[in-house]
């Protein structure tokens, strides 16, 4: 007995002390939550106040800061680099395979199936009314855990007294006490989250900023000082203010017409400025414009070296091996911004200058009219022109004066002539003609300066698709027209009212003045024919040749012989005559039309032809009297068309315009300007009798079975 109630009072202390130790632990617990939370204080105090370094991986990458700041540009586009691109389906509509052109380009990387249930349908009412039911059952369980915890609680108070109980007693207080503890059982503690390790280098901060207290600021002024003031208005006070009024409204209008005449003067200013590339407006350049513009024409020579050294000494050596044929070798091309879309009409070199020459620019398709331009380009500085000169219409021809190189005679779309002094510093024509003072009612073809009439005033005669051949004279600084002859057409006369006889004109294209006999000169018409005509006969012609079933485009006579002249048409022929015979010496189908032709100056046997399928075609008769020496492409474009040529009077170069505003300048090669050979212990004879007697050969070669036939 002593010995089990020495156990029983052994097992009565362990199970109150038992039970007494169960708080203990949360106690301790507590107590390790405050030092985390304090530890975790300070490492965050610390983490703030320590710097933050950077830590670079020993495999990064070392770039300047050129190279940081460069930007790489990448589009990315929504399509699939993945897709197919060549799915081929049977079209059972065709009854063919057929590439399907539209590929979808979707593609799906993460896909999840939704569990969302309505709440309206029967699964949906019972689950809610599962979770319903859940929730009523939560507090009932929490209010029998606290009443066992009151009683556990009371069983440990009276623990010492129940000692000397019986065992089942004893029993049953030590499964209370087992269960008490199990209830008392303190909750974990939380485990602390790691902050996961920031891997862009990023920090947070956060600051509070102070709020300004509200202030208020108040001035007073002093008041306005204010006057009493009081008249009286009479009649003619009230006049007298009103004629001030009127006065000052007068003296501003003439303020204003004095400033809008001013206006006017400067706008006249800036239009008649010259717009070259050499003048400016301001002074200061115009001082120095004669050496900006050595300047210029050095470094372009510098810039086209090769050209210009190909120019003045380059000499094609394979011409020996090419049986008589020749070629042209391009060399500059001139071209300016503004006239690229208008077509060459018209090119003239300068009789001093030989490196000086004129381009007129305008346009012969009657439904694309507008502006026209005058331009004059040097071989010195082909890059751009030496002048530039606008015109309100197409310029259509144009003419330079022999004895006065600075006067361009200009022939126009509109009907107008006018007569350009490049001197002056104005874009405007020094003389125009006018509808009052007789111009051409269709557009002028061509215009050729004269000699000056008895009171040795200027000359030039011009020609119209109106029929007119119309001299103009400059007389006291104003155009005088005198018209020369009408062409008419035979058996065109019609019967007018009451019994008026109408005859149509005809319509000029072309004429050329002889170059000895001052009175001689030719027309070419419309129509294909040729006039031979007198300025001393304005009612008849001297001659008329049946030259062409087209439009004659251009007549010339030659350099050298008094009796031979060229002319070509738009029928593809090119022909050469004799004014004495009524047939043509030679006849050449250039097998296009013939946009122009032109003699060379150098040599009687040779002339040049451009058609419009974009070739230069160069003939010497001497050499060859049924094939051209040279037929070369200088225009490549099919829409381009060739429309003038025109020899240099001294050097060995052609220049050819477009209808795309270009002006390109070739060289003959040595076989197009061949010479009379040298003979031993014989000097060689120039001159133009040289060249006439060349060219009476050949002719006599083809009158020779005339001559024996007439006999």
């Not at 030989?354 to 082909?382: C, E, H, I, R, W």
Request: proline share 5%.
């Amino acid at each position: 007995m002593p010995a089990k109630a020495g156990d029983r009072h052994r097992q009565g202390q362990s199970g109150p002390s038992g039970g007494k130790a169960v708080p203990r632990p949360a106690k301790a617990v507590s107590k390790k939550r405050d030092e985390d939370v304090s530890t975790e204080a300070g490492e965050g105090v610390d983490e703030w106040a320590a710097a933050k370094t950077l830590v670079k991986p020993p495999d990064q990458l070392e770039l300047t800061e050129t190279e940081l700041k460069e930007e790489f540009t990448r589009i990315l586009t929504a399509n699939n680099p993945h897709a197919p691109q060549n799915i081929v389906r049977y079209s059972f509509k065709e009854r063919a395979y057929k590439p399907i052109s539209y590929v979808d380009q979707m593609a799906i990387h993460f896909s999840l199936n939704g569990n969302m249930i309505l709440k309206d349908s029967d699964e949906g009412r019972r689950q809610s009314i599962r979770l319903s039911t859940a929730a009523e059952k939560a507090p009932v369980e929490t209010s029998a855990v606290t009443s066992e915890e009151t009683e556990i609680k009371d069983e440990e108070s009276t623990g010492d007294t129940q000692a000397a109980g019986d065992e089942e007693a004893e029993g049953s207080g030590t499964a209370e006490v087992a269960e008490a503890a199990e209830a008392a059982e303190p909750p974990r503690p939380r485990v602390k989250e790691q902050k996961l390790a920031n891997q862009f280098n990023f920090i947070e901060r956060a600051s509070r900023t102070l709020n300004n207290p509200m202030r208020e600021r108040a001035c007073q002024s002093e008041p306005t000082p204010c006057k009493n003031f009081s008249a009286t208005a009479n009649q003619w006070e009230i006049y007298d203010a009103y004629v001030e009024e009127l006065q000052k409204m007068e003296r501003s209008k003439e303020k204003e017409k004095t400033k809008v005449q001013i206006a006017k003067r400067e706008e006249e200013k800036k239009k008649g400025r010259n717009l070259t590339s050499l003048e400016s407006q301001s002074d200061d350049i115009t001082k120095i414009s004669k050496a900006a513009k050595i300047m210029e024409r050095m470094v372009n020579q510098n810039t086209f070296d090769d050209i210009a050294q190909d120019f003045k000494y380059f000499e094609d050596a394979s011409d020996e091996y090419r049986d008589q044929q020749g070629t042209l070798l391009p060399l500059w091309k001139f071209q300016y911004d503004k006239t690229k879309r208008l077509a060459v009409t018209a090119i003239s070199w300068n009789p001093k200058y030989k490196d000086l020459f004129a381009v007129g620019y305008g346009s012969y398709d009657f439904m694309k009219q507008g502006q026209g331009m005058l331009l004059l380009y040097t071989m010195k500085n082909p890059s751009f022109p030496e002048y530039v000169l606008s015109s309100e219409s197409g310029v259509m021809c144009l003419d330079f004066h022999n004895d006065h190189p600075y006067l361009m005679a200009v022939g126009f779309y509109d009907g107008n002539v006018a007569i350009y002094n490049v001197k002056k510093a104005t874009s405007q024509p020094s003389y125009r003609s006018s509808a009052k003072s007789g111009k051409h009612t269709e557009p002028v073809w061509q215009v050729k300066w004269q000699k000056d009439d008895m009171d040795n005033n200027l000359n030039f005669f011009s020609i119209s698709s109106d029929g007119r051949i119309v001299s103009w004279t400059l007389v006291k600084n104003e155009l005088v027209h005198t018209d020369v002859i009408k062409l008419s057409v035979e058996g065109t006369t019609m019967q007018g009212p009451e019994g008026l006889q109408l005859q149509t004109l005809g319509c000029g294209t072309s004429f050329d003045f002889h170059k000895k006999i001052d009175y001689l000169f030719l027309v070419g018409t419309e129509e294909g024919k040729i006039y031979k005509c007198s300025k001393y006969y304005s009612s008849q012609f001297l001659d008329v040749f049946e030259a062409h079933h087209m439009a004659v485009d251009s007549v010339s006579w030659n350099p050298y012989h008094l009796k031979v002249f060229i002319s070509c048409s738009s029928d593809w022929t090119v022909k050469i005559w004799d004014h004495t015979i009524k047939t043509p010496m030679f006849i050449y189908d250039l097998n296009s039309a013939v946009g122009d032709v032109a003699w060379s100056p150098y040599s009687s046997t040779v002339f040049a032809a451009v058609t419009t399928d974009g070739k230069a075609h160069v003939f010497d008769l001497s050499i060859n009297k049924y094939e051209a020496l040279c037929t070369q492409l200088v225009v490549a474009k099919k829409k381009n068309k060739i429309t003038h040529i025109q020899f240099n009077p001294v050097y060995p170069v052609v220049i050819i315009g477009d209808e795309q505003g270009h002006v390109t300048s070739l060289k003959l090669s040595p076989n197009l300007r061949r010479m009379p050979k040298e003979k031993k212990g014989q000097e060689v004879k120039k001159g133009p009798e040289v060249e006439i007697a060349k060219l009476d050969k050949l002719l006599n070669l083809v009158r020779e079975p005339e001559s024996k036939a007439g006999k």
